[in-house]
């Protein structure tokens, strides 16, 4: 009759063991969401070469109603985990909607892109929650919603 053995591992052995595979679990665990984190960003950049690009894209909502439709080299930019958006574009066509009253620039944009000028004008438009203005040839327009976006 033939007998085999299975060599068996200490009980310090198996400790050791179970030790270091759950280290290196969790540090797999660790820099895997550490990656993750890294890889989300809390801010997008949008740019479209017109107006109706970006309507046709699924990130067409982000971008306000009052762009018309002639714009051209529209780019928006925004906060994608709080209130904050500025948009810039160029038009023939300028700020049209019924809606958009002229009046003084209240308040200052969350958000200031590279792109972003430095003076901004006294007057421009006010568009319901956004704040529009152009300086250059060039309409740049800031959302001015504040608060907690997840309502908290």
């Known amino acids: 009759m033939t007998t085999r053995t299975t060599p068996t591992a200490s009980p310090r052995t198996r400790t050791i063991l179970a030790a270091a595979a759950l280290t290196a679990s969790a540090a797999v665990t660790l820099s895997g969401c550490s990656l993750i984190e890294a890889a989300q960003t809390k801010d997008a ?3 479209f070469d017109t107006i109706a690009e970006a309507r046709k894209s699924d990130d067409g909502v982000r971008f306000p ?6 714009s051209r080299d529209v780019e928006l930019f925004a906060k994608l985990d709080d209130f904050g958006a500025a948009a810039r574009w ?30 901004i004008p006294e007057t421009g438009w006010d ?14 327009a800031w959302d001015t919603a504040s608060g907690d976006p997840k309502g908290n």
């Open 45 to 47: 950049s949008y740019q």
């Open 65 to 70: 109603g009052f762009i018309t439709g002639d």
């Open 90 to 119: 160029t038009s023939e066509n300028g700020i049209t909607a019924e809606y958009c009253t002229p009046g003084p620039i209240e308040g200052k944009s969350a958000v200031e892109p590279a792109w972003w000028p430095t003076d």
């Open 127 to 140: 568009c319901d929650r956004w704040m529009t203005f152009e300086k250059d040839g060039t309409y740049y």
